[in-house]
């Protein structure tokens, strides 16, 4: 049971670290939820969200970090924009790639629980910045 | 003021239809926002959405139609996740496009917002399915 979304979603990349199904599938909602993997089709329910993780996890574990995570929490729910480096370790050496991740968790009676997660690829320079209002400059 | 996040969701895409910045701004929060578009940098932030939304409406309004739309609702919060097909007419002909796209909405004192947008490329086979659990299918 995870009392934060943030703990959730330690679970989450662990999960994917370690390709451990069962902790993923306990980090997700049972009922409604939703995924969508980089260059994937929609995913939409439990058994199905199973498989996919499944079919991943049959290549082994995943070189995942979550970094520079935003984000933006209502009464049960929480929004984290994140950014996902994989890295690849390839006959020519170490890839690196970025992914845009939004992960959303709701607050259930077991806990806290993702419902949806959605990836896509992101530009090279998404590791450097973001665009983003500056508070010190005049409007 | 929207009364509901359907309301809000389709002043957002009725304000790409005709680009129109002032309609598109009223759909979004006040403070914490987040918009990624497909192959595009993190905007956070009020201003800086405005500047990248000013953007891409000085090449014209966008034939955007938001399809298959699923929902997860919670006690302040919705999350959509829907297919956007976008037509562009070119001297080639008519060419169209897919993405996957996740809006969440939260409730605000002045109505629901849009808090987040975040859209990527979708394989053109998602008009067509999700992977999808069967209920009729034995587990």
């Excluded at 995570?69 to 890839?95: A, K, N, W």
């Excluded at 806290?112 to 998404?126: D, F, G, N, R, Y």
């Amino acid at each position: 049971m995870f009392t934060t979304p943030e703990e959730a979603e330690q679970a989450f990349y662990e999960a994917m670290r370690t390709a451990d199904l069962g902790m993923m599938m306990r980090v997700w909602a049972d009922e409604e939820v939703i995924c969508v993997h980089p260059g994937g089709l929609r995913t939409v329910g439990h058994d199905a969200l199973q498989s996919t993780w499944q079919q991943i996890f049959a290549s082994g574990p995943i070189q995942v970090m979550p970094l520079q995570p935003m984000i933006i929490t209502s009464v049960m729910s929480s929004v984290h924009v994140l950014i996902e480096q994989i890295t690849v370790d390839t006959p020519q050496g170490r890839q690196t790639s970025l992914c845009y991740t939004t992960n959303v968790f709701h607050k259930s009676p077991s806990g806290w629980k993702m419902i949806l997660h959605h990836a896509s690829q992101a530009p090279q320079e998404a590791g450097l910045f973001d665009l983003q209002d500056r508070p010190d400059t005049l409007h």
